[in-house]
């Protein structure tokens, strides 16, 4: 048995001969969904294994802070909540990283005729 990955697996639906899926709206938006929060899942999963344990103050960031809402607010002001969704579509740290190579490509090749 090979593993595949939720954007490959709905990828080889959508785009199948049997058209069912690529037809039904609901389908295609539930598939949007689930590959978007599997792929945000992962982000927050090895950024926390990953990242720094301490916030851009210096404050070390544990579940307390979390769920209480004012220290939520300073982390998510400090953008240090959102660089998980960096390779979610649509989202402004998103945009952000695509703009810096969207120039770059008009500069090296000129403006789209």
């Not at 979390?66 to 979610?88: A, R, T």
């Not at 649509?90 to 403006?111: H, K, N």
Request: glycine share 4%; aromatic share 12%.
């Amino acid at each position: 048995m090979v593993k595949i990955s939720t954007k490959r697996y709905f990828n080889a639906r959508l785009l199948s001969y049997d058209t069912r899926f690529a037809h039904n709206p609901e389908y295609i938006f539930f598939a949007q969904y689930t590959t978007e929060l599997h792929e945000i899942l992962s982000s927050i999963s090895i950024a926390m294994r990953k990242g720094s344990k301490r916030t851009s103050t210096g404050r070390i960031i544990a579940s307390s802070m979390l769920q209480n809402k004012e220290s939520m607010h300073q982390i998510l002001s400090k953008d240090d909540g959102y660089y998980v969704m960096k390779k979610i579509r649509g989202t402004p740290t998103y945009w952000e990283c695509s703009m810096c190579d969207l120039f770059a490509v008009v500069r090296q090749l000129g403006i789209p005729a």
